[in-house]
């Protein structure tokens, strides 16, 4: 196929469409993590308690990052109601697991078969809040997969999924039937799933520059270290300006004011001496008067002057020798004030409300509390956490006061011990009959296929010289270069079926070429001296297994013990045979038809690649000649 421009130029657009497509909806959505959250709460509405149940997921929580295996009525859950099970987890807007995701997901799953106003998956609102101090609702439905048994406006409506969205009902309202206008879903019964998105706006903000938390100034009244004058200096700092994370802090720190000269000591915060007179006269310096002591130190402002500031004076007349209206403002109590120029009092200009608002210089302040690191602006939780009591496990509120059963630690085996520890259950398999009676419905379903069954199985190991005879011997004599035959039968006189055996056999050195393994006539690969597989073995049943062996040459006559073992789990038995090494033994006839046998064992073994050399052969033959005839 010849590429053209065509369609090289339309590859190209797919590619920029499919690689934009993919941009945009990476950038459409934010991470909820990336929001500073520290938890979040679901609210769900199945249970009779007068209202929806509020359940608390911690930021960091290991459950909203995954998704529950085989998720069903006999799972475990992150959450219940009444009797549904609910999975919640991150994810994107299809629902698919994403701990980096911008969208909540819930499943839930509830075992019965009712209809409509009855159904489960009764979420009433999903929150999250921030470390701020501050908390969204979501606001739009991504996706609903309903379940059962939904019909008319249940159905039309996804099963009231928009119901999810915003703040939950008050609590203390119950559960009105039928409820098509009550603050929950209705998203079937078996499997149901929705998936939630929130908008993250600016009003989480809480400041943008240092002058949103308040106006940085000296406050309190000088005092004196040594023959220096201090005074504290407040800042207001905004941490974080212009994010979600921003915060406001304030910090007082003491700041040098004045020196006190050699003939000067300071009292009360201001500088004196013996011949020194504390606001002994007051002098201009710009358009401010301030006060001097009689040894020429300059002390606090006395006045802003809004006229000017002449002949150590306020000029309290403007051009037209009358006082300016509104020259300035200044604080009586927490109220500000305006003065005119000639110092006289006026009306109200503005009273410093709210909380931690004074008033500082003629101006409303902020001085806020210091800060608190986590705030938690729901401070009673029904169901906070799980903790372990009485063998079971049990919600817990955020006042640490035990609350419903979130889990029955006792299961339907009998075979297991069923505790409650560091929160969570624990169900441990014992057969060993101090659980459930060896042999029981239960013992034969969980225990059958773990405990190593060795008391009922027995193994015996023969060998033989003659491959025609069917007699099989505990002990026998070997000359040298002889074949062997082996045969090692697993019996299993048990009531139950026994699986995973391994057969493995120790042969001495003096026998090589082992090979041809069979069990039970049928030949399979392996490795008899490090162990076979040979599956299960079913009551009142034995298996086989055949393998062959050759002796090489030796000198001495020796009695030597070869061993064969089956093992089941980490329990073993074993047999042995007893091989005579006699070299001069010698074979007879055996001997011949040993070699009689070896020749047509190679001929069976090696005949298909005889057939193949003879047909090369020919087949070269017939080439040669028409290349000789041609030349």
């Known amino acids: ?3 053209t421009k065509k369609h090289l130029y339309f590859t190209l657009t797919v590619i920029f469409v499919v690689v934009l497509s993919g941009v945009l909806n990476n950038a459409s959505a934010s991470s909820i993590a990336q929001h500073n959250l520290q938890s979040i709460m679901v609210w769900e509405s199945s249970s009779t308690s007068g209202g929806p149940d509020s359940y608390y997921f911690n930021a960091g929580d290991s459950r909203l990052a995954s998704k529950i295996s085989f998720f069903g009525a006999n799972s475990s859950n992150d959450m219940s109601g009444t009797v549904e099970n609910y999975d919640i987890y991150l994810s994107d807007a299809n629902g698919n697991l994403n701990s980096s995701g911008s969208y909540i997901t819930i499943d839930s799953y509830r075992n019965a078969d009712k209809q409509n106003v009855a159904v489960g998956g009764n979420i009433s609102a999903v929150q999250l809040n921030f470390n701020n101090g501050t908390s969204i609702y979501a606001s739009n439905v991504a996706r609903v997969v309903n379940g059962t048994g939904l019909s008319g406006v249940f159905a039309s409506t996804q099963g009231y999924a928009n119901n999810a969205l915003g703040a939950p009902i008050p609590s203390g309202q119950g559960l009105v039937q039928p409820a098509p206008g009550f603050k929950c879903t209705y998203l079937g019964d078996h499997f149901s799933s929705i998936t939630l998105g929130f908008v993250f706006v600016d009003q989480n903000i809480a400041c943008n520059s240092n002058s949103d938390c308040g106006i940085s100034g000296y406050t309190g009244s000088s005092y004196c270290q040594g023959s220096n004058i201090f005074q504290n200096y407040m800042t ?3 941490n974080g300006a212009g994010t979600v994370n921003s915060y406001c802090s304030s910090s007082s720190a003491s700041q040098l004011k004045q020196t006190c000269s050699g003939n000067q000591t300071c009292n009360n915060g201001v500088c004196s001496g013996q011949n020194c007179t504390y606001h002994s006269y007051q002098q201009c310096v710009g358009n401010s008067l301030y006060w001097y002591d009689s040894c020429g130190q300059q002390q606090e402002i006395s006045q802003y002057c809004q006229n000017g500031c002449y002949g150590n004076t306020c000029s309290n007349y403007n051009n037209n020798n009358y006082c300016t209206y509104h020259a300035y403002r200044l604080c009586v109590g927490n109220s500000i004030y305006w003065y005119d120029s000639c110092g006289a009092r006026q009306d109200l200009f503005q009273t410093c409300y709210g909380t931690n608002q004074i008033c500082q210089y003629g101006v409303c302040t902020y001085n806020p509390p210091a800060p608190n690191p986590n705030p938690n602006p729901y401070p ?4 906070y956490k799980t903790e372990c009591y009485s063998g079971n496990l049990y919600w817990y509120d955020s006042l640490s006061q035990r609350n419903s059963l979130y889990k029955d630690c006792a299961d339907a085996n009998s075979c297991t011990i069923d505790t409650c520890a560091s929160g ?3 169900n441990e398999v014992k057969c060993d009959g101090t659980t459930c009676a060896i042999g029981s419905a239960d013992y034969q379903k969980y225990c059958a296929s773990e405990q190593p069954v060795t008391s009922g199985l027995s193994i015996s190991f023969f060998a033989k010289e003659d491959e025609s005879t069917t007699q099989w011997q505990k002990a026998i004599q070997v000359g040298e270069n002889g074949h062997l035959y082996f045969m090692i039968a697993v019996a299993n006189n048990e009531t139950v079926q026994v699986d995973n055996l391994i057969v493995s056999a120790n042969i001495p050195s003096e026998v090589v070429s082992l090979g041809n393994v069979q069990v039970n006539g049928i030949a399979i690969s392996g490795d008899i001296v490090n162990g076979l597989d040979i599956g299960s073995v079913a009551p009142a049943t034995a298996k086989t297994v055949t393998f062959e062996g050759m002796t090489q040459t030796f000198s001495t ?3 030597k013990q070869s061993n064969a073992k089956v093992t089941v789990g980490t329990a073993s038995i074993t047999d042995t045979l007893g091989l005579m ?8 006839a055996a001997i ?14 090696w005949y298909l690649w005889i057939l193949v050399a003879l047909v090369l052969i020919f087949l070269f033959v017939v080439v040669f000649r028409r290349l000789s005839s041609n030349a």
């Open 592 to 605: 011949s038809e040993s070699s009689e046998s070896s020749f047509w064992d190679f001929v069976k073994r």
């Open 557 to 559: 006559n020796e009695t």
């Open 581 to 588: 090494f006699n070299p001069g033994q010698v074979a007879g």
């Open 236 to 238: 207001y700092t905004c």
């Open 380 to 383: 009673y939780i029904s169901h």
């Open 424 to 426: 969570e259950c624990s």
């Open 1 to 3: 196929m010849k590429i």
